[in-house]
């Protein structure tokens, strides 16, 4: 799996849902998938919802390159419908949005959501 995004990201062809599918299969060791790329009627279509083992889901929203202000938004919008659909209380949920680079703007906004941060993903090579 790793390979073959290694070999996209060489070449410059790796697209956010080649990302996606990366990030799918990592989180999968620790964590319960619940959905994938669903939709939702009035949010859109949400990336990666996950549950860990204490029954505290957390949803992810990727960029392929940098995360700017509007990314805020459009998962506090995911999580509103998240918990609708799923019936989970506000405690029981939290956001990340993952990128490549954050944009400052968008620090200082989550630096005032509690249930919301943001990671960068780096990529490497692992010699084994």
């Known amino acids: 799996m790793s390979d073959y995004i290694g070999q996209l990201l060489c070449l410059g062809k790796a697209t956010e849902a080649d990302i996606e599918e990366l990030f799918s299969y990592r989180l999968g060791d620790n964590l319960s998938l619940?959905?994938?790329q669903g939709s939702f009627k009035s949010a859109g279509r949400i990336d990666l919802l996950y549950k860990n083992r204490l029954?505290?889901?957390v949803l992810y929203e990727l960029k392929k390159g940098?995360?700017?202000l509007a990314a805020l938004e459009q998962i506090?919008?995911?999580m509103r419908s998240a918990k609708?659909?799923?019936?989970?209380?506000?405690?029981d949920i939290a956001g990340v949005v993952l990128a490549h680079s954050i944009d400052p703007e968008l620090?200082?906004?989550?630096?005032?959501?509690?249930?919301?941060?943001?990671k960068k993903y780096f990529?490497?090579?692992d010699l084994k």
């Open 76 to 78: 506090k919008r995911y």
């Open 55 to 57: 029954g505290k889901y």
């Open 66 to 68: 940098v995360a700017k």
């Open 84 to 91: 609708k659909k799923y019936k989970i209380s506000a405690s």
């Open 107 to 118: 620090a200082l906004a989550l630096s005032k959501e509690p249930s919301i941060k943001a």
């Open 34 to 36: 619940i959905e994938r």
């Open 123 to 125: 990529f490497g090579i």
